[in-house]
C-alpha cells in the first residue's frame, strides 16, 4: 500500500472477495539532499488500512532500490543509455524484495494497484493490457519473472481509473480523493541536472547543428536523451524559432547534435538502421522468426508494428515495418515491450544501433 488510491482500492476489493488481507508500504531509498515525503504517503496507508481493519507492516527496501533503481539510474545515464527506473523498480523491489518479504510472512500473494490484467491465455495465467487505456501499466511489468507473475494479483486492471475513484468515494476511503503520484521518490519534481550533478562530473558542452557547426551550450551530454527538444541553450543569433531536437549525442566529446527536423528525418539521421537489437530479454511467450507483433519503446507511446528477424539468446532482432517513431523511438537502454494483441509476451533493453549515433567512453 503506497498511500494512494489505486492501493487502496485494491485491499478493499480483496477484502470484499474473502482475501486474508495485510498492508504493506514500501520504503525505498531517496537522496538526503532531495526531499521525499514518504512519512506522509506511510500514514495514508496506515490510515486505510486501519479504515478496513487490517493489519499494516513495513517493507524496508532501501538497499534493493538504491542498488538496482537508484544506482542503475545513475549509470546508465553516465554510459549514454536512456534508463527506465520505473521497470527495474518492479523488478527488483515491488515483484522481488516485496515479494520475498511477502512470502516469509506466509502470505501466498502479493497485490498492487497496477493498471493491467492477469487472465488464461493457451492454459496459462499471462499479463495483459488494463483495462483503462489511459492507465495502462503494462510496459512497465515485461521483466517481472514467472515466479513473480504466479504470485501477484492485480485487483484494479479490469477497472477505469473513474470507477476506482467511485469506488473509494463510496467506501470513504482516506485517500479517494488524492491526487495520483508524481515522478519516483528519489526524484520527485527535481530536475535531471540537479540529481545526477550530485553523482556524476556534469561539464558544459557545444551544442552542435547537423553540419557540425556550433550553435549554443548544454548542462553535460550524459544527462540528454535521443529526440529531446529542451534542456540546453541556443545562442540568440540564430533565426531559427521551431524547436531543435536532440539526433545525436558523444559523451567522450561532451556534445550534443540537434536538429530542426525530427531524429528519423533529420541529415544525420539519413543512414538508419531499420533495425531494433534487444538485449537482456525476457519472456512469458517466446516469439518466432516471421511474427508479427506491436511494440512499444515508450510508456503511452502508440504501438507501433514490428516483426521479429531473429531470436537467439543473445536477443532478439526487430525490423518495424510502421513509419512512426523515428530514431529517438529506439534509444539504446530503453525497453522495448512486445504484445500480440493486448497480451504482453515480454521484452528487453535496446542496444547501441547505427540508427541512433550513440557514442559513449
Not at 33 to 55: N, S, T
Not at 88 to 111: D, P, Q, R
Not at 216 to 233: D, P, S, W
Not at 337 to 354: K, P
Request: hydrophobic content about 35%; proline content about 4%.
Amino acid at each position: 500500500m503506497s498511500g494512494g488510491v489505486d492501493s487502496s482500492v485494491s485491499a478493499l476489493l480483496l477484502q470484499q472477495q474473502g482475501y486474508t488481507v495485510v498492508g504493506v508500504f514500501i520504503k525505498v531509498w531517496h537522496p538526503d539532499f532531495l526531499p521525499c515525503h514518504w512519512e506522509q504517503e506511510r500514514l495514508d496507508a496506515m490510515r486505510v488500512a486501519a479504515h478496513l481493519g487490517i493489519p499494516f507492516l513495513t517493507c524496508d527496501a532501501e538497499e534493493v532500490y538504491k542498488r538496482d533503481v537508484a544506482d542503475y539510474f545513475i549509470r546508465d545515464y553516465r554510459e549514454g543509455r536512456t534508463p527506465n527506473p520505473d521497470v527495474m523498480c518492479n523488478t527488483h523491489v515491488k515483484f522481488g524484495a516485496f515479494l520475498n518479504f511477502a512470502l516469509a510472512h506466509g502470505a501466498s500473494y502479493i497485490a498492487t494497484g497496477h493498471y493491467v490484467q492477469k487472465k488464461e491465455k493457451d492454459g496459462h495465467k499471462k499479463l495483459f493490457r488494463g483495462a483503462d487505456t489511459e492507465k495502462d501499466q503494462s510496459y512497465f511489468l515485461w521483466n517481472i519473472s514467472d515466479d513473480a507473475l504466479a504470485h501477484s494479483l492485480f485487483p484494479i486492471g479490469h477497472l477505469q481509473k473513474k470507477e476506482v475513484r467511485e469506488i473509494a468515494r463510496k467506501a470513504k476511503l482516506p485517500t479517494a480523493e488524492k491526487n495520483d503520484s508524481q515522478g519516483i521518490c528519489f526524484l520527485g519534481h527535481v530536475d535531471i541536472h540537479e540529481f545526477l550533478s550530485q553523482y556524476l562530473p556534469l561539464t558544459e558542452g557545444e551544442v552542435l547543428d547537423t553540419t557540425g557547426k556550433v550553435i549554443g551550450q548544454h548542462k553535460g551530454a550524459e544527462i540528454y536523451t535521443l529526440g529531446q527538444r529542451h534542456g540546453f541553450h541556443i545562442h540568440s543569433d540564430t533565426t531559427h524559432t521551431e524547436p531543435y531536437y536532440i539526433v545525436a549525442k558523444s559523451i567522450t566529446d561532451n556534445t550534443i547534435t540537434v536538429s530542426e527536423k525530427k531524429p528519423a528525418l533529420s541529415a544525420i539521421a539519413t543512414h538508419i538502421n531499420p533495425h531494433i537489437d534487444l538485449g537482456d530479454t525476457h519472456w512469458f511467450i517466446l516469439p518466432h522468426i516471421g511474427d508479427t507483433v506491436h511494440i512499444q519503446t515508450r510508456y503511452r507511446q502508440k504501438p507501433l508494428v514490428a516483426r521479429i528477424e531473429s531470436v537467439g539468446v543473445d536477443g532478439v532482432r526487430l525490423a518495424p515495418t510502421t513509419k512512426e517513431g523515428g530514431a529517438e523511438t529506439y534509444a539504446p537502454g530503453q525497453s522495448c515491450v512486445l504484445y500480440v494483441e493486448d497480451c504482453l509476451i515480454g521484452g528487453g533493453m535496446i542496444q547501441a544501433t547505427h540508427n541512433t549515433h550513440e557514442h559513449s567512453s
